[in-house]
C-alpha cells in the first residue's frame, strides 16, 4: 500500500510498490490527463510536478513518493484553464494532434514556476517533451506569451 498526495489529497492506493505513478493516477485514480507515451521517460506525456518540479511519472515506482511529497498532475493545475500557460496555448492554438500538450504543459508551468522569464535557449533546454507533430515553435511562442515581454534569446 502506497500512501500518496494527489492534487492535494492524502490517499492510500493498494499497489505493489514498483507500480509506476503513471499507473497509479490513471488507473488506480482515474485522472486520465496524464498521458503513457514511450514508458522510458523520454517523450514526457506522463509530465506532472513533484513539489513543483517536472517529473516524468511513467518509470517513477510509488515506492520513491510519500506523503509529504506534493504530486500535481495536469486536472489540478488550474481546473477552470487559467493558468498562463493554458491561456496562451488557447491563443496561439499550440497543440496539433494534442497527445503531448497536458505533459508539454506541465513540463511549462513548472520551467515558468522557476523561471518566470526564460530565454528561448532555456525554454529550449528545459523543456524536453516530445512532439510528435512537431510544435516546437508553437510551444516556445506559447511559453513566452505566458511569460510575458522580455524572454527572446
Known amino acids: 500500500m502506497a500512501k500518496l498526495n494527489v492534487n492535494g489529497q492524502v490517499i492510500d492506493v493498494q499497489v505493489e510498490d514498483d507500480t509506476p505513478l503513471l499507473w497509479v493516477l490513471r488507473e488506480q485514480l482515474g485522472l486520465?490527463?496524464?498521458?503513457?507515451?514511450?514508458?522510458?521517460?523520454?517523450?514526457?506525456?506522463?509530465?506532472?510536478?513533484?513539489?513543483?518540479?517536472?517529473?516524468?511519472?511513467?518509470?517513477?515506482?510509488?515506492?520513491?513518493?510519500?506523503?509529504?511529497?506534493?504530486?500535481?498532475?495536469i486536472e489540478?493545475?488550474?481546473?477552470d484553464s487559467s493558468h498562463p500557460i493554458q491561456q496562451a496555448w488557447l491563443a496561439l492554438d499550440v497543440p496539433q494532434c494534442g497527445f503531448c500538450q497536458s505533459g508539454m504543459i506541465m513540463a511549462a508551468a513548472a520551467l515558468l514556476a522557476a523561471t518566470p522569464r526564460p530565454t528561448e535557449a532555456q525554454i529550449r533546454e528545459e523543456v524536453t517533451n516530445?512532439?510528435?507533430?512537431?510544435?516546437?515553435?508553437?510551444?516556445?511562442?506559447?511559453?513566452?506569451?505566458?511569460?510575458?515581454?522580455?524572454?527572446?534569446?
Not at 47 to 65: I, K, L, N, Q, Y
Not at 76 to 79: D, E, I, Q, T
Not at 130 to 151: D, K, L, M
Open 76 to 79: 489540478a493545475l488550474s481546473p
Open 32 to 73: 486520465t490527463g496524464t498521458k503513457y507515451g514511450c514508458g522510458i521517460a523520454q517523450c514526457g506525456a506522463c509530465t506532472v510536478h513533484v513539489d513543483g518540479a517536472a517529473t516524468r511519472s511513467c518509470a517513477m515506482p510509488v515506492s520513491a513518493f510519500d506523503e509529504a511529497q506534493k504530486i500535481v498532475t
Open 130 to 153: 516530445i512532439c510528435r507533430c512537431g510544435t516546437y515553435n508553437r510551444v516556445i511562442a506559447g511559453i513566452q506569451r505566458a511569460a510575458g515581454p522580455a524572454t527572446a534569446g
